[in-house]
């Protein structure tokens, strides 16, 4: 079945670095998009980063030039390196998959998430 496991999270002080890991299995990883989404109490849940399978990546405007996505398609893991971290930061990170094969024929799949909290 499918699993994406992160790992990770914690607690950190502002200005300080975290790198979030995503272990991806029950699916063929290198031709999925990857994604990092996070959901901070009382807010919706937010793209914050997300890379093809291609490689191309894009990133919310609150975290360009601090976060860094990327993927290692052999350990079929993705990261997120998180620098420079605010605590407006702090939230609940989701690792997410999506395939869009064409029109009804989608597949999205979420891990359980990894709490990032940036205090001092």
């Known amino acids: 079945q499918v699993q994406l496991v992160e790992s990770g999270g914690g607690l950190v002080q502002p200005g300080g670095s975290l790198r979030l890991s995503c272990a991806a299995s029950g699916f063929i990883f290198s031709i999925y998009t990857m994604g990092w989404y996070r959901q901070a109490p009382g807010k919706q849940r937010e793209l914050v980063a997300r890379?093809?399978?291609?490689?191309?990546?894009n990133y919310a405007g609150s975290v360009r030039g601090r976060f860094t996505i990327s993927r290692d398609n052999a350990k079929n893991t993705v990261y997120l390196q998180m620098n420079s971290l605010k605590p407006e930061d702090t939230a609940v990170y989701y690792c997410?998959?999506?395939?869009?094969?064409?029109?009804?024929?989608?597949?999205?799949?979420w891990g359980q998430g990894t709490q990032v909290t940036v205090s001092s």
């Open positions: 890379i093809t399978s291609s490689g191309n990546t």
């Open positions: 997410n998959a999506n395939r869009w094969n064409g029109p009804g024929s989608e597949y999205n799949y």
